[in-house]
């Protein structure tokens, strides 16, 4: 067998690479010379043999069946988004109903804990068992969480099933990700992502407002049930479209001790970022020891992916000159907008005397305004060679804008969300650029493994900014509080004064986490984008 021949063969079955040729040759699609690609093209698919896992090459999507599997994934999307917001609102009338306030706070933790440990575990599988079964279990569990959240006679049971549901929707996002990443090439896939970062705002907005309405003009239960229409729905449009999108995954055998372990580490700490400074004291000997649990089997991981013939998440992936830094960049940012997104009704309320509704509507700026950055960003991801550019003057603008902040406060308020705004516009460049530029460096058989990596860490890199602004109020202003502002009628108000001092050292926090951002866009290779640039398709027929 010729040269060509073997590669063929080797991007078709997606097996194990010849040693003397590169697997970033053989799968990027820049990389093959003219001649070449023309060769791979005469080769027809009947050379595979049985029993290999074949990426499949079938006739190309139609521009109806391309808005057909986007709108449906927009959809699925939106339900794994707008759970995460909907319950948050409904939960004074649970607790009532249960009788059981203490823990309430639990219906919100058992879901990021779940979807956020098993976001690396879904993206791994699917490229092994693929997008379609991974689809239909992720959402299967989702749907099977919400029904039991639906029926949960007490509070216990509600917390499993949101556990279960968590399970489903942590598996949602980066299969979402992973199917536009087979359905649209690298250069084109960046401008989608304005139409999911609009999804995120929707529920965030939505969310709450439906979740309001539900509890208290018909029954809590509700916000679970009308999971159940919407995702068969977000089923029948898919699943049939997928049966012709093209097939990059690989069977192998799943290394499950690895993904245990990722997962429980990434458990154990998740619940040192919810309880310390709370619940336990950080030096507490609890705190102390479940950071110890969690840095031991976080090495266990490790050893145990050095070590393992085909890992659950091979350590190489996450190497080199694009992914780290596009993960490190894109974590920053995402710490940044949600740590800013939890606690600026508290700067609102006290700072400006406004109500908990008035509060939310002012966290638009921050929330929704990102949309349109990333809208920018993939648009030029299209056209401009240096893409990474826009991302780099994005980040740089809100590294300034969170200085300026922490300098000029305290503002007028039109001004203080005027500067929110372009901050919230700069950060959301980074996000469309992160992902491709992850998505464009990795063979496409391990595309679901780094997009899933990718989520973990901004899911735990989120929950630790959380965390540390949290712990920068708290020393800056020398007591308790509670991010929901019910402090604000307690004996011991806080002074206005005291909360623009404190919030000054939480901007500075903000604008350190874009300036390393900055950075790490800067040092990140920028490696040309497979695929030709066209225009962006409209998702409604024409």
Same mark, same amino acid.
């Given at each position: 067998m010729n040269k060509i021949e073997r590669q063929s063969r080797s991007t078709a079955d997606d097996q194990t690479l010849p040693e003397d040729i590169p697997s970033d040759e053989i799968l990027s699609d820049e990389l093959l010379s003219d001649e070449l690609a023309q060769e791979l093209s005469r080769i027809p698919t009947e050379v595979i043999e049985p029993g290999d896992a074949p990426a499949v090459v079938k006739a190309p999507l139609t521009p109806a069946e391309v808005r057909t599997i986007l709108m449906s994934l927009l959809l699925t999307m939106f339900l794994a988004a707008l759970d995460q917001t909907i319950v948050a609102t409904a939960l004074p009338t649970i607790g009532r109903q249960f009788a059981d306030v203490n823990n309430l706070s639990w219906v919100i933790t058992a879901y990021l804990l779940a979807s956020t440990a098993v976001a690396p575990v879904f993206g791994t599988l699917s490229d092994i068992y693929g997008r379609r079964a991974m689809i239909i279990t992720a959402m299967s569990l989702f749907m099977v969480g919400s029904i039991l959240c639906a029926l949960a006679p007490n509070m216990i049971v509600l917390i499993i099933a949101r556990a279960l549901q968590g399970l489903g929707g942590g598996g949602i996002l980066p299969i979402v990700q992973v199917v536009i990443s087979d359905v649209v090439s690298p250069r084109e896939r960046g401008q989608y992502q304005a139409y999911f970062s609009g999804v995120w705002v929707a529920a965030g907005i939505g969310g709450p407002i439906i979740g309001g309405l539900f509890a208290e003009h018909l029954h809590w239960s509700m916000i679970f049930w009308i999971n159940i229409p919407l995702g068969v729905g977000s089923l029948a449009l898919l699943l049939p479209k997928m049966k012709k999108l093209p097939v990059f995954h690989r069977r192998r055998k799943v290394d499950w001790l690895g993904g245990l372990l990722l997962m429980a580490s990434a458990v154990v700490f998740m619940l040192v970022l919810t309880w310390g400074g709370t619940k336990f004291s950080w030096a507490s000997p609890t705190i102390v020891a479940m950071i110890g649990a969690a840095a031991v089997m976080a090495f266990a991981f490790i050893w145990h992916a050095i070590h393992h013939d085909e890992p659950f998440l091979p350590l190489p992936l996450m190497s080199g000159s694009v992914v780290p830094f596009a993960m490190a960049a894109g974590g920053c940012a995402m710490g940044a907008m949600l740590g800013l997104t939890v606690h600026m009704p508290l700067y609102y309320e006290v700072v400006y005397g406004l109500t908990a509704g008035e509060a939310g509507v002012a966290l638009?700026?921050?929330? *929704?305004?990102?949309?349109?950055?990333?809208?920018?960003?993939?648009?030029?991801?299209?056209?401009? /060679?240096?893409?990474?550019?826009?991302?780099?003057?994005?980040? +740089?603008?809100?590294?300034?804008?969170?200085?300026?902040? *922490?300098?000029?406060?305290?503002?007028?308020?039109?001004?203080?969300?005027?500067?929110?705004?372009?901050?919230?516009?700069?950060? +959301?460049?980074?996000?469309?650029?992160?992902?491709?530029?992850?998505?464009?460096?990795?063979?496409?058989?391990?595309?679901?493994?780094?997009? +899933?990596?990718?989520?973990?860490?901004? *899911?735990?890199?989120?929950?630790?900014?959380?965390?540390?602004?949290?712990?920068?109020?708290?020393?800056?202003?020398?007591?308790?509080?509670?991010?929901?502002?019910?402090?604000?009628?307690?004996?011991?108000?806080?002074?206005?004064?005291?909360?623009?001092?404190?919030?000054?050292?939480?901007?500075?926090?903000?604008?350190?986490?874009?300036?390393?951002?900055?950075?790490?866009?800067?040092?990140?290779?920028?490696?040309?984008? *497979?695929?030709?640039? /066209?225009?962006?398709?409209?998702?409604?027929?024409?």
């Open positions: 638009i700026p921050i929330a *929704a305004v990102s949309v349109g950055g990333a809208a920018f960003a993939g648009h030029m991801m299209t056209k401009a /060679k240096h893409y990474k550019r826009v991302a780099i003057a994005g980040t +740089g603008m809100s590294a300034l804008m969170g200085l300026l902040l *922490a300098l000029m406060t305290p503002l007028p308020l039109w001004a203080l969300l005027t500067m929110l705004g372009l901050f919230s516009i700069g950060l +959301g460049t980074v996000f469309p650029v992160s992902l491709v530029s992850i998505q464009n460096a990795v063979p496409r058989p391990q595309i679901g493994t780094a997009t +899933g990596a990718m989520n973990f860490f901004r *899911a735990l890199m989120a929950s630790f900014t959380v965390a540390a602004f949290t712990t920068i109020l708290l020393m800056a202003l020398g007591t308790e509080i509670s991010i929901t502002g019910e402090h604000a009628g307690s004996t011991h108000p806080i002074a206005a004064s005291d909360m623009v001092t404190a919030f000054r050292y939480v901007f500075e926090a903000a604008a350190a986490l874009l300036a390393l951002s900055t950075t790490f866009l800067l040092l990140m290779e920028e490696r040309p984008l *497979a695929g030709p640039a /066209k225009a962006k398709p409209s998702l409604v027929s024409e």
